[in-house]
């Protein structure tokens, strides 16, 4: 039987970030943007190593993007209409997704059929056409 070329589990989390700490704004998505299965695909693109959770704390729902090597994070909160992200850590990964989401919206938000990925010996590129 042949192996696998890369491991199919996540990296363990490990000890969670302060999720008190770290950058707070506005989001321009919601968490829920991630619901949809090729929106999630393009989310992975934009932040490759994160895992999503949603961890309870404070009486409410924090949904969670933890990249456990590099230990960025990003947590988002829902207070009526209206969401918020804090981010910490070396990359701002929420700004990473909503960029890739944004720029793959803006081009008609083209189905999995559309992407092509490419693999040669300096690396790996996504990209997809209109």
């Known amino acids: 039987m042949g192996r696998i070329a890369r491991p199919q589990l996540p990296p363990p989390l490990g000890t969670l970030p302060d999720m008190d700490a770290g950058d707070e704004r506005p989001a321009v998505f919601a968490a829920d943007v991630l619901d949809d299965w090729t929106t999630r695909f393009v989310a992975q693109i934009a932040a490759p190593g994160a895992q999503r959770f949603i961890l309870h ?7 969670v993007l933890l990249d456990a090597t590099s230990g960025s ?4 909160t829902q207070d009526d209409d209206t969401w918020t992200v804090r981010q910490g850590g070396g990359e701002r990964l929420w700004d990473a997704v909503e960029e890739h989401v944004a ?13 092509e990925v490419t693999v040669t010996p ?3 590129t996504i990209s997809w056409s209109m």
């Open 57 to 63: 704390r404070k009486g409410r729902a924090e949904h």
């Open 73 to 76: 994070w990003a947590a988002l």
């Open 103 to 115: 720029v793959w919206r803006s081009g008609g938000a083209p189905g999995l059929e559309r992407f």
């Open 122 to 124: 300096l690396g790996q």
